[in-house]
């Protein structure tokens, strides 16, 4: 674990950071979540290092809790997608045949619709309740890690030691989780990383839709939401959450990205 | 007589997407009528009297077994009929007309924009690659990749048209506008498109351009002893072509879907919005409509890459 | 005196490796290197992988591969030293003055465009001929390289002719401008040694026509004994031994081209076929999933315990098809297979572990044969541990003597595969098949992949080892000096048919049918004058028919 490139480093840290935060959130935050404290719209003081929002609610304690809500329902809708991705990817790459063929060619289905626009569609008749949007992005979004995972998985299948471990006699058990899934580990995390950034940005997009999280409950998108008519008045206070969305983005794709080289650098060795 | 094979492949895939077609409208139709939502109590609020939803089932023709709905939707949809709004009953083919022209007229600049613009940054990062213009550039595509395309919209609001006043910052567009005036208004909107695709197409575009130039034939042209200029215009741009309009057409379908946000942050009168407006108000048969144009857009773009690689392959236009 | 065409003096070549999340690292590929070479002469660069020959034959043109640089040293071409001009006057030289030919003309082409237009390009661009001159001069040598139909052939694409063909073809793009100096870089390595033959005595012929100087590059010294006048032997950058041809075959100086010369010496006395076979394989018969096409015709073949069948076929003759069908991976649609005396099932899911464990396998490719995330010692262990139970002190024990049997010894146990050199990793895989106490190996192309000299130490490694465990070999491959190293019977393969098969003497002396004749007669051997000699030969024998 030494060796760690600065530019990972700074990834570690602000994921950790807000993922801390997220975590900690009541106990960092000044002010409650729904709590009028202020003004509209009052300028940052020391009172109110953000300001306040456009019904005098603490800024920075909204934007707090707001991280909270968002790392939360992207870190559900990543472990769903992720779980249900590669278990299904796994399954079809080492069955091979028909049933590969059926997962496959349904997948290609729900993928010919553009993930938003299916979202936007099953949200017209369900609730918009936080269980409900952690379903559906995690379902539509486990798509693309089963592409991911099934393509790794027929990559090492066709790998001659795993025919040899065939040869031997092994069982499914140890040919999936001690020949394939080593081999298949890193960039299925990387591409962890960059399914965590897309359920942050999709949850955000319908948030600011108005179509996730529901006020009062705070969350990114929702707050550029609120206070998007303060930038008529220059008003930045929709614009922290993009800034705090970039940073944690940028940060986890840094670390994908280092952990993507580690692997190649561990398989090219010395040949 | 026999087809000839490159025929005979796009007929296929040309079947393959209408096929695709069917199938989304279809997982459209069971995703609006078949889960455990409920229009008529939708539209109705929570409040509702038995009878009232009854009677609302009814007028719905929510009664019906879904098989035959879907077929009347369809029927109805390959009719040019996309049926009438719940919410105001006004024909939605008539309302989707204008918009989807709108929101084409806005797709068409921001992809007139950003198209060429991604490929000459494609370019120069090949030309520059591991060099300090192909890190800035792959720099900032990383971070406009890790913002959404409505924080791009306000942050692009706040400088060019609070701070600077260069641009309205509404897009708000009608007929008797004149071109300029057009223009004028959705500069913005152009903008946030632009920058939200062209990270993704200068990043493939500069992957698909370095495959093309480490092929072993790029060598044997400058074995030949011909200049740069030359090696890439006769050697690599034929053989670059298929994957670069492949990635141009994988992008403007994403745009797509970008449109329908960036309408919605600048009151632009589009698909998008108006997509977004009725999913909010519980609208079926427009949600049903727009997601289906949408989904075709989509597939349409997917399917017209698919074949431009077909065509684009040696192998296939000149069979053994 | 007459200066030479081409004069290197001190070249040195380096290249700068990135390897991910360190800091960059110069290599050295070519530590100084001096030769001559007049024009109209062949000079022939020897080496095995890593040697550098390539290098130092695109260095001709001055140009570096990848990141390759020339990093010191002169060049002399015609005259002028080209590792000190400028691009825009070496430009003028490259397809001019030099051209190259490279190992695959299949990626060398380009595959959206015309044959004729690529052989022609570099002359028209270099104002050597006009384009009606070209492509005059491109028919020409078209017909002197023996294509087909040398009219028409240049309004074909690339992927329009086959793999020999196309070869030629490149050869015709190198001669075409007329140039005074040819690279030929291993042109004959991916063909079929009957297809091999072939296009190397067109390349001869047309050297010799057009009286091009030629720096021919490969690692098979038996083929460039054939074409070249002098002979350069290489050893990671650094010239080992220079002269000419006869006196580098006949009389080498050197220890390591000593070893060249002599590889593929070893002697081996053919075992007397036993009563009871190890392995019967009765008329099988078998196709792949969703073909019409049987890629094994009725297959019988015999093998006999502690002995070793070479199966010898070129590539598409189904060799390699045998393996996966005595393997249960891909079970026979006819026939049936005997092992140590009961029918084997014909899937590998229902055969029985011992059924398993007794037959074993090694792969050409080493590196992909062994998961790169376990150890040596967890490579060799598992056999241990799923068909005997063996743990702990008991598996550390008999890991270290299968080290030991296959001349590793200690300090492996715990290092990667991605640690190791090709030969090493190819005697692991060897171990873990021994691990299981096998009574045959299946050994499928295991010495392709490797340097002349490596190879012949994994084949000594099987023979001894076959002494001291008794085992049996079904040896595949498409080498035919491997077959008479190692081989008690043969079996030659062609189109899915055993055309051939019996005792090694019987197999290889005559009278032979047509197709063992082609593919003995075509094998390159270490002797001047051999291609001339076949040629004629098969000449006289056409015209006798």
Redesign the interface.
């Known amino acids: 674990m030494k060796n760690i490139p600065i530019s990972a480093m700074i990834g570690l840290f602000f994921t950790g950071l807000y993922f801390l935060m997220a975590i900690f959130a009541p106990l960092l935050a000044p002010y409650g979540m729904a709590e009028i404290v202020g003004d509209v719209w009052e300028p940052s003081s020391s009172q109110f290092l953000l300001g306040t929002d456009s019904i005098g609610r603490d800024l920075l304690s909204r934007m707090i809790y707001g991280g909270r809500t968002t790392i939360f329902i992207a870190t559900a809708a990543t472990v769903l997608s992720f779980t249900l991705g590669s278990v299904l990817g796994f399954f079809a790459a080492v069955s091979g045949g028909w049933v590969d063929q059926a997962i496959s060619r349904f997948v290609d289905l729900i993928m010919s619709i553009p993930s938003l626009i299916f979202a936007l569609v099953v949200l017209s008749v369900m609730p918009t309740t936080v269980p409900i949007l952690i379903l559906l992005m995690g379902l539509l979004d486990s798509t693309r890690v089963f592409r991911l995972a099934r393509a790794v998985a027929v990559d090492i299948t066709v790998m001659d030691y795993v025919e040899a471990a065939r040869l031997r006699g092994e069982k499914i058990g140890w040919i999936i989780f001690r020949e394939t899934l080593p081999n298949a580990l890193s960039p299925l995390v990387a591409e962890m990383g960059l399914r965590f950034i897309f359920a942050v940005l999709f949850v955000s997009t319908l948030s600011f839709l108005g179509l996730g999280v529901q006020p009062p409950q705070a969350d990114w998108g929702g707050i550029v939401k609120e206070n998007k008519e303060g930038i008529n008045y220059g008003i930045q206070a929709a614009l922290y959450p993009a800034y705090a969305i970039a940073t944690l983005c940028i940060s986890i794709n840094l670390v994908a990205d280092w952990i993507l080289t580690r692997t190649t650098s561990l398989k090219g060795g010395r040949g | 007589m026999l087809m000839h094979p490159v025929l005979k492949l796009i007929a296929q895939r040309l079947a393959l997407g209408l096929l695709?077609l069917f199938?989304?409208s279809v997982?459209?139709f069971v995703?609006?009528?078949i889960?455990?939502?409920?229009?008529a109590q939708?539209i109705l609020g929570q409040s509702a009297t038995p009878e009232a939803l009854a009677n609302m089932r009814r007028e719905l023709g929510l009664n019906d077994p879904a098989v035959t709905r879907y077929f009347a939707w369809l029927g109805g949809v390959l009719q040019g009929d996309l049926g009438t709004a719940l919410t105001n009953g006004r024909d939605i083919a008539d309302s989707l007309g204008g918009r989807l022209k709108n929101t084409l007229f806005l797709a068409f600049w921001a992809a007139a924009i950003s198209v060429p613009l991604a490929i000459s940054l494609g370019l120069l990062a090949v030309r520059y690659k591991d060099r300090w213009p192909d890190k800035l550039i792959s720099a900032v595509t990383?971070?406009t990749?890790?913002?959404?395309?409505?924080?791009?919209g306000?942050?692009l609001?706040?400088w060019v048209a609070?701070?600077w006043r260069l641009f309205p910052?509404v897009a708000i567009i009608n007929d008797s506008m004149s071109l300029g005036e057009k223009l004028n208004a959705i500069a913005i909107p152009v903008m946030v498109l632009t920058l939200v695709v062209l990270a993704h197409m200068m990043r493939m575009t500069r992957a698909a351009i370095l495959n093309v130039m480490q092929?072993?034939?790029i060598?044997?042209?400058?074995?030949?002893?011909?200049?740069m200029l030359?090696i890439i215009r006769?050697?690599a741009f034929?053989?670059a072509i298929a994957p670069i309009v492949n990635v141009v057409m994988l992008n403007l379908?994403y745009l797509?879907?970008g449109v329908?946000?960036v309408e919605?942050?600048f009151a632009y009168p589009g698909m998008g919005q108006y997509?977004?407006d009725?999913?909010?108000k519980?609208?079926?048969p427009v949600?049903?409509a727009s997601?289906l144009i949408?989904?075709a857009v989509?597939?349409g773009l997917?399917l017209v890459a698919d074949i431009v690689s077909i065509l684009a392959n040696?192998?296939l236009r000149?069979p053994? | 005196m007459t200066e030479p065409l081409l004069k290197v003096r001190g070249l040195k070549i380096g290249a700068t490796a990135y390897p991910p999340g360190e800091r960059p690292v110069a290599i050295k590929i070519v530590h100084g290197v001096d030769f001559e070479l007049e024009a109209g002469k062949v000079l022939g660069l020897i080496g095995e992988s890593g040697a550098g020959k390539s290098t130092i034959g695109l260095a001709a043109m001055a140009y570096g591969r990848g990141g390759v640089e020339i990093t010191g040293g002169e060049g002399w071409v015609n005259g002028r030293d080209i590792l000190k001009e400028r691009l825009r006057s070496i430009r003028r030289l490259r397809g001019a003055e030099v051209t190259y030919v490279s190992q695959s003309a299949a990626a060398s082409f380009n595959p959206a465009k015309k044959i004729m237009d690529q052989v022609t390009e570099a002359a028209i661009y270099q104002n050597k001929f006009s384009k009606a001159e070209a492509e005059d001069r491109a028919v020409e040598l078209f017909r002197k390289l023996g294509l087909p139909d040398p009219e028409t052939i240049g309004n074909r694409y690339p992927h329009q002719v086959s793999g020999g063909q196309l070869q030629r073809c490149m050869t015709a793009l190198a001669l075409c401008p007329e140039p005074d100096l040819v690279v030929f870089d291993e042109p004959t390595t991916a063909l079929d040694v009957t297809t091999q033959i072939d296009v190397l005595a067109a390349i001869k012929e047309a050297i010799a026509a057009t009286g091009v100087a030629a720096l021919y590059i490969t690692h098979d010294l038996a083929v460039v004994a054939q074409v070249s006048d002098h002979i350069m032997v290489l050893q990671q950058g650094e010239m080992v031994e220079y002269g000419t041809t006869d006196q580098i075959i006949n009389n080498p100086q050197e220890e390591y081209t000593k070893a060249l010369v002599s590889v593929r010496s070893i002697r081996h006395e053919e075992k007397t076929p036993t009563d009871t076979p190890v392995l019967r394989v009765e008329n099988i018969t078998a196709r792949y999933a969703g073909t019409t096409f049987d890629v094994l015709k009725k297959i019988n073949v015999d093998i006999h315990p502690g002995q070793t069948l070479a199966v010898v076929g070129e590539s598409g003759s189904g060799k390699s098809t045998l393996a996966r069908v005595i393997t249960g991976l891909l079970p026979p649609t006819d026939g049936q297979i005997t092992f140590d005396g009961r029918v084997l099932a014909p899937a590998l899911s229902s055969r029985p572990i011992d059924d398993l464990r007794e037959m074993q396998m090694i792969y050409q490719m080493a590196d992909t044969a062994m998961n790169p995330r376990q150890t040596v010692g967890t490579i060799i262990g598992r056999p241990l541990e799923f068909y005997f139970g063996l743990k702990g002190k008991a598996k550390q024990k008999r890991i270290q003597e299968l080290l030991d049997e296959i001349e590793l010894g200690d300090g492996f146990q715990d290092r990667y595969p991605a640690e190791l050199s090709g030969g090493q990793k190819q005697r692991v895989c060897i171990a873990r098949a021994l691990a299981a106490k096998p009574k045959l190996i299946i050994c499928d192309e295991v010495t392709s992949a490797l340097d002349p000299l490596v190879a012949d130490g994994i084949l000594k490694l099987l023979l001894n080892l076959q002494k001291i465990e008794d085992v049996a070999y079904l040896f595949i491959t498409h080498d035919l000096a491997t077959v008479r190293a190692i081989a008690d019977s043969i079996a030659v393969m062609y189109q899915g048919e055993v055309v051939r098969y019996g005792p090694k003497s019987q197999v290889l002396s005559p009278p032979f049918d047509d197709y063992t004749d082609l593919l003995l007669s075509s094998v390159p051997e270490m002797k001047i004058g051999w291609l001339e000699e076949t040629i004629e030969h098969r000449r006289m024998e056409s015209a006798g028919n």
């Open positions: 695709l199938a989304a997982l459209i995703g609006t009528s889960l455990p939502g409920d229009v939708s990383l971070t990749i890790s913002i959404p395309e409505f924080m791009i306000y942050i609001i706040y609070i701070k910052s092929s072993a034939y060598e044997t042209a400058e074995l030949k002893g011909l200049g030359k006769k050697h034929p053989n379908a797509v879907v329908v946000v919605v942050v997509l977004v009725h999913v909010s519980r609208d079926v949600v049903q997601g949408f989904a989509y597939i997917n040696p192998r000149h053994k």
